[in-house]
């Protein structure tokens, strides 16, 4: 049921929509000064909502800063959090925009700054398909090449929850001992790491995929809305939401 509810609550959770809620409702109200009111709180949130600068002030708050390992750090393991592939059609996976993920995971591994990688995701649709995104992702690096012994997969979880619990038993299975890597998105970060401690797994984060706050400020960021601001607001309205959530559940 909470993994139904989730998914319901992003739809409630979009700026857009509050903009059009608040334009429909100043369309039909026969009251001019409340009418008024309407719009101009749909047109304030537009604004809002759009404006970059005031978007990159708030996710460079909530972001998690990159972790850089010094060169004698060494772990046992990276968790990987999927998120970062989906599939077509023809039932084929494919990386997304969040492929950061992936690729900051085989470079620990490349490099050796871990010894085996913890790919931990299934599929996290509200009417799932055969394909299994942890499976999938092994695939990609059985063709670039890596061992099967360094590549640990946990392949049921549907969300950041799930991921943590069914991970725990995967690394207590494989005598790996902590501290943990965890690698996701910064965005996704904050309430990873608090997940994953809670669940009583010593991790340090490793941020990826970062959205905001490496760019110059030119006009256009103050004054020109951007309508792709809409969509990077949801994702982190729905980090922030899932994070008071999981912190008052205890």
Same mark, same amino acid.
């Given at each position: 049921?909470?993994?139904? !509810?989730?998914?319901?609550?992003?739809?409630?959770?979009?700026? &857009?929509?509050?903009?059009?809620?608040?334009?429909?409702?100043?369309?039909?109200?026969?009251?001019?000064?409340?009418?008024?009111?309407?719009?101009?709180?749909?047109?304030?949130?537009?604004?809002?909502?759009?404006?970059?600068?005031?978007?990159?002030?708030?996710?460079?708050?909530?972001? &998690?800063?990159? $972790?850089?390992? %010094?060169?004698?750090?060494?772990?046992?393991?990276? &968790?990987?959090?999927?998120?970062?592939?989906?599939?077509?059609?023809?039932?084929k996976?494919?990386?997304?925009?969040?492929?950061?993920?992936?690729?900051? +995971?085989?470079?620990?591994?490349?490099?050796?700054? *871990?010894?085996h990688?913890?790919?931990?995701?299934?599929n +996290?649709?509200?009417i799932?398909? %055969?394909?299994?995104?942890?499976?999938?992702?092994?695939?990609?690096?059985?063709?670039?090449?890596?061992?099967d012994?360094?590549? !640990?997969?946990?392949? @049921?979880? #549907?969300n950041?929850?799930?991921?943590? #619990?069914?991970?725990? *038993?995967?690394?207590? @299975?494989?005598?790996?001992?902590?501290?943990?890597?965890?690698?996701?998105?910064a965005?996704?970060?904050?309430?990873a790491?608090? =997940?994953?401690?809670?669940?009583?797994?010593? *991790? =340090?984060?490793?941020?990826?995929?970062?959205?905001?706050?490496?760019? %110059?400020?030119?006009?256009?960021?103050?004054?020109?809305?951007?309508?792709? @601001?809409?969509?990077?607001?949801? &994702? $982190?309205? %729905?980090? *922030?939401?899932?994070?008071?959530?999981n $912190?008052? @559940?205890?």
């Open positions: 049921m909470y993994f139904i !509810l989730s998914k319901i609550l992003l739809f409630l959770l979009s700026p &857009i929509s509050w903009v059009f809620i608040l334009l429909l409702i100043s369309l039909i109200a026969k009251d001019r000064k409340r009418k008024r009111r309407f719009l101009i709180a749909a047109t304030v949130l537009l604004f809002i909502f759009s404006n970059t600068f005031l978007f990159d002030q708030f996710a460079t708050r909530w972001d &998690i800063p990159a $972790y850089h390992p %010094k060169k004698s750090d060494s772990f046992s393991c990276a &968790i990987l959090l999927g998120g970062f592939s989906g599939v077509d059609a023809q039932g996976g494919h990386f997304t925009s969040s492929a950061d993920r992936f690729i900051q +995971g085989i470079k620990l591994l490349a490099s050796h700054k *871990v010894s990688l913890l790919i931990t995701s299934g +996290g649709s509200l799932p398909d %055969k394909f299994r995104e942890a499976a999938w992702t092994k695939t990609q690096l059985e063709e670039l090449n890596f061992p012994s360094s590549i !640990l997969i946990e392949n @049921n979880s #549907r950041t929850i799930e991921n943590a #619990r069914f991970s725990k *038993v995967t690394l207590n @299975n494989s005598h790996l001992k902590g501290p943990y890597l965890l690698v996701t998105s965005f996704h970060m904050r309430r790491m608090m =997940i994953f401690k809670k669940e009583g797994i010593d *991790v =340090i984060p490793y941020s990826s995929n970062f959205i905001a706050g490496h760019e %110059k400020y030119y006009f256009d960021s103050f004054f020109i809305p951007q309508p792709e @601001n809409f969509i990077l607001w949801n &994702i $982190y309205l %729905k980090e *922030v939401v899932g994070y008071a959530v $912190y008052f @559940n205890g």
